[in-house]
Each structure stands twice: as structure tokens, then as C-alpha cells.
């Protein structure tokens, strides 16, 4: 399984991103894929996730109103709308899938087996 994230890059305060999550080697219609960041000197956080048919979505109280998950399973990809950035959402921003038979999403970072690359998104103020 391999996931790959895309997307970072520098913008301004205000600016919008959206990173893109691409699977291969995997059913991905069979998990539920999440979105993680950490800064530098901070513990990775939860950023928002979905489930496997997009029948919920949940989100980090931080980001909630500015970002959107979504998710096309016949493409593989998962993306998430950053709108409205802010210095404080600078980060790494990883992508991660956990293997369910449900519909649930996790917020916790050790229920996803597979983790991207990561992809870097900074924001000036």
C-alpha cells in the first residue's frame, strides 16, 4: 500500500490549498483515510477524516468551517480544501488510511496503518 500527499507549498494568510492523497495497492473504498499535521517542535494532530463511502466526516475543532475532506474512491484520491489559511495551520501535512469494515473515522493517529509522505504547507502572515 502506498499513499502519496500533494499539494503544499507558500502561500499568504487568507490564500487557499488543496492537498491531494493518492493511493495505490489498495481497495481504497476499504478504508477510512485521515489527515494529520505536525509543525515543527509540536506532536502530530488530528486534522480532519473520512470514511470509507463519505458518509461522515469529522473534523478538528481548528480547521472546522475552513477545510473540506473529500474523497473519490474511483480515482483512489482523497483531497482536503484548506480555505481561509492561517500561520498557525503551517505544517506538514500527511495522509494516512486505516483498514475498516465499518463507516467510522478516527481521530486517533495509531488506528491508521498506512502513512504518506507527507507534504509541506506554510503560510505567511
Known amino acids: 500500500v502506498q499513499l502519496q500527499a500533494s499539494g503544499g507549498g507558500l502561500v499568504q494568510a487568507g490564500d487557499s490549498l488543496r492537498l491531494s492523497c493518492a493511493a495505490s495497492?489498495?481497495?481504497?473504498?476499504?478504508?477510512?483515510v485521515g489527515w494529520f499535521r505536525q509543525a515543527p517542535g509540536k506532536e502530530r494532530e488530528f486534522v480532519a477524516a473520512?470514511?470509507?463511502?463519505?458518509?461522515?466526516?469529522n473534523y478538528n475543532g481548528s480547521v472546522k468551517g475552513r477545510f473540506t475532506i473529500s474523497r473519490d474512491n474511483a480515482k483512489d484520491t482523497v483531497d482536503l480544501q484548506m480555505n481561509s489559511l492561517k500561520p498557525e495551520d503551517t505544517a506538514v501535512y500527511f495522509c494516512?488510511?486505516?483498514?475498516?469494515?465499518?463507516?467510522?473515522?478516527?481521530?486517533?493517529?495509531?488506528?491508521?496503518?498506512?502513512w504518506g509522505q507527507g507534504t509541506l504547507v506554510t503560510v505567511s502572515s
Open positions: 494516512a488510511a486505516d483498514w475498516t469494515v465499518t463507516g467510522a473515522t478516527s481521530s486517533r493517529w495509531d488506528s491508521y496503518e498506512y
Open positions: 495497492g489498495v481497495t481504497f473504498s476499504s478504508y477510512a
Open positions: 473520512i470514511s470509507r463511502a463519505a458518509t461522515r466526516r
